[in-house]
């Protein structure tokens, strides 16, 4: 298995016509979860996210991937 970086995002109770549709909803959820956050809080929200999500991930591989996908051009 190798790190999708396609559009994944699925919500079987809605039909959408893009795959980014519902993406597009998480991206809506995390702008909300940061509102009125300070900044320090924006930052540990992040970084819990981050833990929360690697962790279900669980592939020590794939988070490698992750990694590298997400440091490139910085």
Do not use: C, W
């Given at each position: 298995?190798?790190?999708?970086?396609?559009?994944?995002?699925?919500?079987?109770e809605k039909h959408?016509?893009?795959?980014?549709?519902?993406?597009?909803?998480f991206y809506a959820?995390?702008?909300?979860?940061?509102?009125?956050?300070?900044?320090?809080?924006?930052?540990?929200?992040?970084?819990?996210?981050?833990?929360?999500?690697?962790?279900?991930?669980?592939?020590?591989?794939?988070?490698?991937?992750?990694?590298?996908?997400?440091k490139a051009d910085?």
């Amino acid at each position: 298995m190798s790190l999708n970086t396609q559009p994944n995002f699925h919500n079987p109770e809605k039909h959408t016509f893009y795959d980014y549709s519902p993406g597009d909803d998480f991206y809506a959820m995390l702008i909300e979860a940061h509102r009125d956050l300070s900044d320090e809080q924006s930052a540990l929200l992040n970084a819990r996210l981050v833990l929360l999500l690697a962790n279900h991930i669980g592939d020590l591989r794939i988070l490698e991937e992750a990694i590298t996908a997400a440091k490139a051009d910085l």
